[in-house]
């Protein structure tokens, strides 16, 4: 079963609903006449991303997908997991390092394979480190690059009564 942050935008955005609304805030008299804040809500899951901080929709629009796709890959396990690699971890490979910036489409994929490895390992780092090719500390490091995937990592080991990682 293919999770859903990793699917193109145009396939994700099939199974989503679109809201587009005002929000309040900086950005003047354009922001808060015209409807350029996006809420996607991925039906399946139940799960949404959102965005207004920009003036502009198509901005706006990109950014919510990014934040629905992180969401889903943070909150969203499917009951089937691939054993292995996938392609676009291995494209991100170079030894056993994981190259990604934490804004690249990438990003959120790569964090849904390795919430799937590591639920498999029982949130142990080592295993899933094992198994993806990466060292434990880039396996981590890939948490750390945002605030979303740090607080769900960490909480998810806290709630299995795992040491927390420095």
């Known amino acids: 079963m293919t999770h859903p942050a990793t699917l193109p935008a145009a396939d994700l955005l099939r199974d989503c609903s679109e809201t587009r609304t005002r929000r309040s805030g900086p ?3 354009h922001r808060n006449k015209v409807e350029t804040a996006v809420v996607l809500l991925h039906r399946p899951t139940g799960i949404s991303g959102q965005a207004s901080e920009r003036r502009s929709q198509a901005e706006n629009r990109r950014q919510a997908i990014w ?4 969401a ?8 089937s997991q691939a054993e292995g690699r996938s392609a676009v971890w291995e494209s991100r490979l170079r030894g056993r390092r994981i190259e990604v910036a934490a804004d690249h489409d990438d990003y959120p994929a790569l964090v849904a394979e390795a919430c799937d490895r ?4 029982g949130w142990e ?8 090719g990466v ?4 396996l981590v490091g890939l948490f750390r690059k945002t605030p979303q995937a740090w ?6 080991r806290a709630a299995l009564g795992l040491h927390r990682l420095a």
């Open 27 to 29: 950005g003047g008299q």
């Open 67 to 70: 934040r629905l796709r992180l």
């Open 118 to 121: 590591l639920q498999a390992a």
């Open 125 to 132: 780092v080592g295993p899933a480190a094992e198994v993806l």
């Open 72 to 79: 889903l890959a943070l909150e969203h396990r499917p009951e």
């Open 135 to 138: 060292s434990q500390t880039q």
């Open 151 to 156: 607080e769900s990592f960490t909480s998810r």
